[in-house]
């Protein structure tokens, strides 16, 4: 059986975003309540600062490289 979360990381951010988002809107249907989603809130904070921080940084990277390698041929 495949596993359900998916593996990329953007993929991950929309499918966990979308997962809290439908899971407190239907805790009762689900069988949840509040506190249950507590530690999925919790940790959704940092994965969000973190992957955020992470894309940010990629982009700086290949700005800095263009900007090299532009020097460079100059």
């Known amino acids: 059986m495949a ?5 990329p990381d953007a993929s991950f951010q929309a499918w966990q975003s979308n997962f ?4 407190n809107a239907n ?3 689900l069988g949840l309540v509040a506190a249950d989603m507590t530690p999925i809130t919790a ?3 940092p994965w ?3 992957f955020t921080a992470h894309i940010a940084a ?6 800095a490289k263009q900007t090299k390698d532009e020097a ?3």
């Open 72 to 74: 460079r041929a100059a």
């Open 20 to 23: 809290v988002t439908y899971a």
């Open 27 to 29: 805790l009762a249907a």
């Open 43 to 45: 940790a959704q904070t």
């Open 3 to 7: 596993d359900y979360i998916p593996g």
């Open 48 to 50: 969000q600062n973190g």
């Open 58 to 63: 990629v982009n700086a990277a290949k700005a």
